[in-house]
């Protein structure tokens, strides 16, 4: 089945990223895991805006899941969460879309102070929910002409929009916006994903 589990819209700085507007659908975890899960994909949409050139567009697939970010060239941009069967032509064109709504709404002069507290931006759980089904959602939309102007790039894990020598085990047991409750449940997760593998 075809599930997005994170929408946001980020402000990239100079040297970090900030969330100023994140929206989750974590129903398809137990109770238990959602807020360790939810951390996690916040830190991961913050590394990879982080991690991504101005004026471009990546496709990253991470375990399960696949990643799909835009950064533009005023340093908005917007990060969709979902599974591998999520088409990345619809995830684009609605990170674009959000992005343009988000950029008629908050004053661009605002975005580098702003927080996800001092943004009002509600239609992004309603996007999440409209999406959820692309088939329904891409005969809504329109493609925008600027997702054939700019190179999505596709790489196999998060390992290779990291910088060499860097590992993301190492990035979170740094990270101080993860919860040790997170980086345990990112590490019991590690553990039992690689005892399957062949």
């Known amino acids: 089945m075809v ?6 819209v980020l402000y990239k700085g ?7 507007k994140a929206a989750y659908d974590l129903q398809s975890f ?3 895991q959602r807020g360790s899960v939810q951390e996690f994909m916040t830190f991961v949409s913050k590394t990879i805006v982080e991690r991504t050139q101005q004026a471009s567009r990546q496709s990253v697939k991470e375990g399960e899941y696949m990643l799909q970010v835009y950064v533009r060239a005023d ?3 917007g990060v969709f969460i979902s599974d591998h069967e999520y ?7 609605l990170i674009t879309k959000i992005l343009d709504e988000f950029t008629a709404r908050v004053p661009p002069n605002s975005w580098a102070t702003a927080n996800e507290t001092t943004v009002d931006f509600p239609v992004l759980p309603q996007y999440l929910a409209k999406y ?3 088939q329904e959602a891409d005969a809504l939309t ?3 002409t600027d997702l054939d102007e700019t190179k999505i790039i596709l790489h196999d894990t998060i390992k ?13 047991a740094k990270s101080d916006s993860l919860s040790m409750h997170s980086k345990a449940f990112y590490k019991t997760a590690r553990k039992t994903n690689s005892c399957c593998n062949f």
Request: charged share 20%; hydrophobic share 45%.
């Open 87 to 93: 088409p990345s032509r619809v995830a684009h064109t």
């Open 142 to 144: 329109k493609i925008q």
């Open 160 to 172: 290779a929009v990291l910088e060499r020598g860097e590992k993301l085990d190492d990035l979170v």
């Open 3 to 8: 599930r997005v589990y994170s929408l946001a």
């Open 14 to 20: 100079v040297n970090n990223a900030t969330i100023l």
């Open 30 to 32: 137990s109770f238990f």
């Open 75 to 77: 340093n908005l941009a």
């Open 132 to 134: 959820q089904n692309p």
